[in-house]
T-cell receptor, first 111, second 111 residues
Framework: GENVEQHPSTLSVQEGDSAVIKCTYSDSASNYFPWYKQELGKRPQLIIDIRSNVGEKKDQRIAVTLNKTAKHFSLHITETQPEDSAVYFCAASPYGQNFVFGPGTRLSVLP | DTAVSQTPKYLVTQMGNDKSIKCEQNLGHDTMYWYKQDSKKFLKIMFSYNNKELIINETVPNRFSPKSPDKAHLNLHINSLELGDSAVYFC??????????FGPGTRLTVL
């Protein structure tokens, strides 16, 4: 089955700097890769996703890149703000199958 | 206009009891899910339901049983609760293109 690894487990950046979180997956059949943000005590919220027919996707300060050959994908947050502080989860899924989540990255944006 | 709702938000109970968590979605999605998030924040799929039929059942104890009275509801019943069942349980609903949206979570504490 699918296995998703995520690094780093914790990440601290200064406000205004960029943050990068990387994930690797094992199942070449996976073709959908969402990223979720979970604030303390709240639900995971979908912030961006990418499908295997796309190499990069951007939404304002957030971007995701996918390298299918190497089986890894990354989340990039630019101009970080204190409200970006949260736990971020990546996931991988073959179409129509269950998500397998990474273990999460706790991002702290320091003012 | 809550898209995915769960009740109760908190549930404290004794070992050996039977409890239920309710989930409702008003998004018109065909698929609903239950996830368990343990104290280390790992998110793991437990069940998914599509059009009232269980389509994927992960290896969870048979003390856990999902029940779907209609497409908009997926309830989780847990029999003979154990200490290790303490966690946050999230319901989610999913689109045909695999996007998933989470409910607010139910924090279950077994004493």
């Amino acid at each position: 089955g699918e296995n998703v690894e995520q690094h780093p487990s914790t990440l601290s950046v200064q406000e205004g700097d960029s943050a990068v979180i990387k994930c690797t997956y094992s199942d070449s059949a996976s073709n959908y890769f969402p990223w979720y943000k979970q604030e303390l005590g709240k639900r995971p919220q979908l912030i961006i996703d990418i499908r295997s027919n796309v190499g990069e996707k951007k939404d304002q300060r957030i971007a995701v890149t996918l390298n299918k050959t190497a089986k890894h994908f990354s989340l990039h947050i630019t101009e970080t703000q204190p409200e970006d502080s949260a736990v971020y989860f990546c996931a991988a899924s073959p179409y129509g199958q269950n998500f397998v989540f990474g273990p999460g990255t706790r991002l702290s944006v320091l003012p | 206009d809550t898209a995915v709702s769960q009740t109760p938000k908190y549930l404290v109970t004794q070992m050996g009891n039977d409890k239920s968590i309710k989930c409702e979605q008003n998004l018109g999605h065909d698929t609903m899910y239950w996830y368990k998030q343990d104290s280390k924040k790992f998110l793991k799929i437990m069940f998914s339901y599509n059009n009232k039929e269980l389509i994927i059942n992960e290896t969870v104890p048979n003390r856990f049983s999902p029940k779907s009275p209609d497409k908009a509801h997926l309830n989780l019943h847990i029999n003979s609760l154990e200490l290790g069942d303490s966690a946050v349980y999230f319901c989610a609903s999913g689109t045909s293109s695999n996007e998933q949206f989470f409910g607010p979570g139910t924090r279950l504490t077994v004493l």
